[in-house]
Nanobody, 127 residues
């Protein structure tokens, strides 16, 4: 059974930091890329960042570049999203997703390329 389990999000103040984790199981880890997406109320889902679990290549949305860092621990089949300098506009439900790296790498922010999704976790940034 495939599982993607996100850690709890939380409430932080503007300028604060938060780290999310996504623990995966049930699929060949090294053949996949893991992406983080978010969706705010009334807005479309947005790709935030992605990492190839095999070679560690990373991709970021312009809106989070230089503030968010995606990383992985292959020994734990876990991907992390370190979020710094958080802004109120970062408030959203955050999801991790897994997709075959050969597909995902060409258009990592397209959610339809991912096969598996986590349940989502709320991140709220207060102003």
């Amino acid at each position: 059974e495939v599982q993607l389990v996100e850690s709890a999000g939380g409430l932080v103040q503007t300028g604060g930091s938060l780290r999310l984790s996504c623990a995966a199981s049930g699929f060949p880890w090294n053949d996949f890329a893991i992406g983080w997406f978010r969706q705010a109320p009334g807005k479309e889902r947005e790709g935030v960042a992605c990492i190839s679990t095999s070679d560690g290549s990373t991709y970021y949305a312009d809106s989070v570049k230089d503030r968010f860092t995606i990383s992985r621990d292959n020994a734990k089949n876990t991907v992390y999203l370190q979020m710094n300098s958080l802004k109120p506009e970062d408030t959203a439900v955050y999801y991790c997703a897994a997709g075959e790296v050969q597909r995902v790498v060409y258009a990592w922010a397209e959610g339809f390329l991912y096969d598996y999704w986590g349940q989502g976790t709320q991140v709220t940034v207060s102003s």
